[in-house]
Each structure stands twice: as structure tokens, then as C-alpha cells.
Nanobody, 117 residues
Framework: QVQLVESGGGLVQAGGSLRLSCAASGSIRSINVMGWYRQAPGKQRELVAHISSGGKTNYADSVRGRFTISRDNAKNTVYLQMNTLKFEDTAFYYC???????????WGQGTQVTVSS
């Protein structure tokens, strides 16, 4: 099993920045994709960004150019740098680790990001 612990959420004014971190532990050898999802009240959980073990990234259209996902393999940690935050970025952000071959999915407990307008 894989355990994920997120940190870095909080309250920020529109236009500001935050960086989220997700530290992975446990059986992480099989994990080949890690990413961030978010869920706002009354909405479905949606992909924000993900990064493969080879470093390939993918972003939701709504965050492309403002958010950057990166990973430090030595620390088993994935980061989400969020710049130029907007009110509509307010959501609970979840870290995800996935083994795309087996379909195994792990989720963190989530961290709240609130952007004041």
C-alpha cells in the first residue's frame, strides 16, 4: 500500500501563490503516475495536473500556465506550485498516486485551498 500526506494548503488572496506538497511512502515502486485533483463544494472531483515517472506532465486547461507540477524522486514527493490564484481555484486538493498497469489508486487526505477575491 501507498500512503500520501499532503501539506501546504491555506488561505491566500487572489493573485497570490501557494505550493502544495505530497509525500509518498510505502510500496511506491509500482507507482508510475502522481497527480493532484481538486473538488469544490457541489462539484465533482477533477484532475488538476499529473506527472509520470518519466517527467511527462499534463494539466487541466483551467490551470495551464499558472500551475506547475514537479516531483523529487529522491524524496518521493510531488509538488504543485500554484501561481496567479483565482477565486475559482478554491477547493479541497487531493494527491493521487497510481499504478496504471494494475489500476491501483491511492489518495491522500486532502488539503484545503481557499482563494479570497
Amino acid at each position: 500500500q501507498v500512503q500520501l500526506v499532503e501539506s501546504g494548503g491555506g488561505l491566500v488572496q487572489a493573485g497570490g501563490s501557494l505550493r502544495l506538497s505530497c509525500a509518498a511512502s510505502g510500496s511506491i515502486r509500482s507507482i508510475n503516475v502522481m497527480g493532484w485533483y481538486r473538488q469544490a463544494p457541489g462539484k465533482q472531483r477533477e484532475l488538476v495536473a499529473h506527472i509520470s515517472s518519466g517527467g511527462k506532465t499534463n494539466y487541466a486547461d483551467s490551470v495551464r500556465g499558472r500551475f506547475t507540477i514537479s516531483r523529487d524522486n529522491a524524496k518521493n514527493t510531488v509538488y504543485l506550485q500554484m501561481n496567479t490564484l483565482k477565486f475559482e481555484d478554491t477547493a479541497f486538493y487531493y494527491c493521487n498516486a497510481r499504478d496504471t498497469y494494475s489500476g491501483y489508486d491511492a489518495w491522500g487526505q486532502g488539503t484545503q485551498v481557499t482563494v479570497s477575491s
